[in-house]
């Protein structure tokens, strides 16, 4: 059975950072490629950074590129962002997902299993 958990989100103020962490079980770690995405109210959901699968590389959004970092340690099977100079518009529940496809996608419909989610709110 395939569980992701997230951890780490909670309040901090607007030009801080934060890291959150993604623990996998039931999948072989580097043979997925694992994403976070995030979902703020009124807002779809939406990419925001990820590692492709088998050391494929990194992958950012264009509004988190320069201030988020996504990591990844294969020894405790968990994934990890960074994220610094937090902004009010990062304020959102924050998802670890992952999918083993070879056509990876990038998108909310493209990912097959997905956490339940860390809430991360940014204050001034």
């Known amino acids: 059975q395939v569980q992701l958990a997230e951890s780490g989100g909670g309040l901090v103020q607007a030009g801080g950072s934060r890291r959150l962490s993604c623990a996998a079980s039931?999948?072989?770690?580097?043979?997925?490629?694992m994403g976070w995405f995030r979902q703020a109210p009124g807002k779809e959901r939406e990419f925001v950074a990820g590692i492709r699968r088998n050391g494929g590389g990194t992958d950012y959004a264009d509004s988190v590129k320069g201030r988020f970092i996504i990591s990844g340690d294969t020894a405790k099977n968990t994934v990890y962002l960074q994220m610094n100079s937090l902004k009010f518009e990062d304020a959102a529940v924050y998802y670890c997902a992952a999918d083993n496809s070879m056509f990876l996608r990038w998108s909310p419909d493209g990912m097959e299993y997905w956490g339940e989610g860390t809430l991360v709110t940014v204050s001034s």
């Open positions: 039931g999948i072989t770690f580097n043979s997925y490629s």
